[in-house]
């Protein structure tokens, strides 16, 4: 069981399973056997229903690789503005690219990562960068649940701060 605002810490030698059980969390694996439940309902059941978009919406997940989790032929508006677009965050105005566009910006600057960057693409970034923008994507939805399958670990000490600080920071 996980509290609104709290932080649980899966730690287990390579290959257990922790990744597994992340992508089990999120739905992108339905479980064999056992239940995992969010807001007392099964997600596994949740996933397949009409509910499915809703429940995307609350959770996200943020990737180890953000070389591999970034699609490379998008730009940075596409890749943190999709979520915006498929869960109907944009609203239905005749400037709708723009309000897109000035919502990726925030979310970018509220990673430390400048409003410009939209034009981009992944390959134009660090490491710490990317990563970046990963979570720049997972948080579009404004999600209540955060899955991080081991954020930092393809990162160097000092960006590893940096990226668990900006983490750190929304949590509150």
């Known amino acids: 069981s996980i509290q609104r605002g709290k932080t649980l810490a899966l730690v287990g030698e390579s290959g257990c ?3 597994t ?3 089990l969390l999120v739905g992108l694996y339905a479980p064999t056997r ?4 969010f807001d007392g309902a099964d997600t596994a059941a949740g996933f397949r229903s009409s509910q499915a978009q809703t429940l995307r919406k609350r959770m996200q997940m943020i990737f180890q690789d953000p070389y591999a989790s970034l699609n490379p032929r998008w730009k940075v508006a596409d890749i943190v503005g999709e979520p915006l677009k498929e869960h109907g965050l944009i609203g239905n105005s005749g400037d709708r690219k723009r309000a897109l566009k000035e919502r ?3 979310l ?4 430390g990562l400048a409003a410009a960057d939209v034009e981009k693409f992944p390959h134009q970034f660090s490491g710490g960068q990317r990563q970046r923008i990963s979570i720049a994507r997972a948080l ?3 999600p209540e649940f955060l899955v991080c399958d081991e954020p ?3 990162l160097d000490v000092s ?3 940096q990226v668990l600080n900006i983490m750190k920071d929304l949590q509150r």
């Open 17 to 19: 399973g922790k990744s």
């Open 108 to 111: 970018l600057q509220s990673v």
């Open 104 to 106: 990726v910006a925030e």
């Open 159 to 161: 960006v590893q701060a």
């Open 34 to 37: 056992g239940r995992v439940s």
């Open 21 to 23: 059980v992340a992508r």
């Open 140 to 142: 579009a939805t404004s």
């Open 152 to 154: 930092t670990s393809a």
